[in-house]
């Protein structure tokens, strides 16, 4: 198992969105990755005003989609830090916690975890013991190691 990523380490390693939204695009596509339109591998550059990647011919990936971050307001790095506590941590994380942590309110804390929780459940035994979190439910089925907060993070 990989060692425990530090505090230190994961801030340095997630300075910023686009730094999180980077490791959600490599882990689910890798950077070999052929456009779905075109062919062309590794082409994709990051769209600057939106969470989503392009390819020279136009087509745009979007990392979150059927993640537990589609559709989500907060900042992907505040998810990652959840996601970061969460499986650094023995006895889950309470929504209170989160929204103290973060900076979110109550309602949002409460989603944030409830969805985490959702989701390591359904990975538990595969996942969550290799200290993964897929963060992906959609129709790509490859883990994403985004909180292998023990980490290859
Ligand atoms: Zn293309």
Not at 12 to 26: M, S, V
Not at 104 to 128: C, D, E, F, K, N
């Amino acid at each position: 198992m990989a060692k425990t990523l530090t505090i230190h380490d994961f801030f340095k390693r997630f300075p910023d969105d686009a730094a999180c939204l980077a490791h959600l695009f490599q882990i689910r596509y890798g950077y070999g990755f052929g456009c779905p339109k075109c062919g062309e591998i590794g082409t994709f550059r990051k769209l600057s005003k939106h969470p989503a990647y392009t390819c020279n011919c136009g087509h745009h990936i979007h990392p979150m989609q059927g993640t537990i971050f589609q559709d989500s307001h907060t900042h992907l790095t505040k998810w990652f830090y959840a996601l970061y506590l969460f499986t650094t941590t023995r006895h889950g994380v309470p929504a209170k916690e989160l929204q103290r942590q973060l900076g979110v309110s109550y309602p949002t804390a409460l989603r944030m975890a409830h969805l985490i929780r959702v989701h390591m459940t359904a990975q538990r035994g595969v996942a969550v013991r290799l200290g993964h979190v897929d963060a992906n439910q959609g129709r790509h089925a490859e883990s994403c190691r985004v909180a292998d907060a023990k980490l290859a993070l």
